[in-house]
């Protein structure tokens, strides 16, 4: 039994049997329905039956179906900086984090589309306590992050987890993507949590996690989308800490922004890839030999890298105007524009609740905020 098992995802030679053991799951069924409405059961089934590899299942089912959720729930999605990115090379993609689904998936999409390595990808067990996706998790080529642990078991986990990731790039040349900090942005404020970057670390067989740093292949991810399909899912929580209350999650809670990440509108889209990070970090070695000073600096890296990509929408100037009652950004948005996010704003929230309100706002403008700190 491998140390790796209870986190990786299927090896090929186990993928036909989870095929076999859920294609007649109702969800299955739902989801291929979705991505081939026009294709007959036994047509699909036969096909999923001849699926033997993870690649396999990701070209020729979940690359369809994300592509069909682009086509029915977005206006497009764009790119930018795939073309620095070298074939058949591994990279380390340290992304913001926005949709608990999409963010990995539509990278993948255009890595494929671009001919590049695709990634294994880091996911929350907490996200998949249901069988059926689990399995689909694992089919995509996730691997688990264990939450919820005791500090103990915490440790061993993430010695765990670093050395499977580091695994994954030096030794079977397969990309990884994780996210900056531990679950997704909720405030539209994308920063980088050191934690994350000690516990890629972790792994390290150099003196200087500097030059591991350099080894793995750094890439920082812009994500951004017009319309964020799960932001008035994410208003309780923004409320409770605010309140400096504890917030509890209901139950299915993640399960349903799951499936409204996925359905609900994000009209644009665009992916931007920064440069691998490399003289950054030799810089970092010359500054300082302090370790926590050197991943805060690492940290700082990352972000501006994702923070001066991050592609501002009129979404998210309509929302900076309209939080700081001023027409600062009025050339970057169309009446119509405006009328149609003010409208979004009454059917999604209680618009009268003022402390709700700038919070919704806040999600939208914080990354226009955070891009004035670069000009």
């Known amino acids: ?8 995802p299927f090896y ?10 859920s294609i007649n799951h109702p969800m299955m069924k739902a989801l291929v329905d979705f991505a081939y409405p026009d294709t007959e059961e036994s047509v699909w089934k036969e096909q999923l039956l001849r699926t033997h590899s993870i690649r396999d299942f990701q070209i020729n089912f979940a690359y369809h179906a994300i592509k069909k959720i682009l086509e029915k729930s977005s206006d497009g999605l764009t790119t930018s900086g795939f073309g620095k990115l070298e074939p058949n090379t591994a990279y380390f993609f340290i992304s913001n984090h926005r949709d608990i689904i999409l963010d990995t998936c539509l990278l993948n999409v255009c890595l494929h589309e671009h001919g590049l390595v695709m990634t294994a990808s880091a996911i929350g067990d907490n996200l998949v306590k249901k069988d059926f996706l689990l399995m689909l998790s694992r089919l995509n080529r996730n691997f688990l992050v264990q939450r919820n642990l005791s500090p103990r078991e915490l440790l061993e986990s993430s010695k765990l987890l670093s050395e499977y990731m580091y695994r994954l790039v030096s030794k079977e040349n397969r990309s990884v993507w994780i996210a900056q900090r ?8 994308d920063a980088t949590h050191s934690g994350v970057l000690k516990m890629i670390a972790m792994a390290s067989d150099e003196k200087n996690n500097m030059d ?10 812009s994500i951004s989308y017009e319309y964020d ?7 309780p929580q923004l ?13 299915n809670e993640d399960f349903i922004t799951l499936l409204s ?9 665009h992916i931007h890839i920064g440069d691998v990070l490399y003289e950054e970090l030799d810089l970092i070695s010359e500054e300082t030999t302090n370790t926590n000073k050197q991943l805060s600096a690492v940290a700082q890296v990352i972000d501006d890298s994702i923070l001066q990509s991050y592609k501002i929408w009129p979404t998210n100037y309509i929302a900076y105007d309209l939080l700081h009652q001023t027409s600062t950004y009025s050339d970057n948005y169309t009446e119509k524009e405006k009328q149609l996010f003010e409208r979004r704003l009454e059917l999604r929230i209680n618009a009268d609740d003022i402390k709700m309100k700038e ?3 806040a999600m939208y403008a914080n990354p226009v905020i955070n891009k004035l700190k670069y000009q």
């Open 1 to 8: 039994m491998s140390k790796f098992d209870k986190i990786r």
């Open 12 to 21: 090929d030679a186990e993928v036909n049997d989870a095929i076999r053991a």
């Open 182 to 189: 531990e679950g997704r942005t909720k405030d539209g404020n």
């Open 212 to 221: 591991f740093f350099k080894k793995i292949k750094i890439v920082p991810v």
């Open 229 to 235: 399909p799960t932001d008035a899912l994410k208003i």
């Open 239 to 251: 409320m409770a800490e605010a309140n400096d209350e504890i917030y509890t999650k209901e139950k």
């Open 261 to 269: 990440g996925i359905i609900g509108q994000k009209k644009r889209i």
């Open 359 to 361: 919070s919704f706002l």
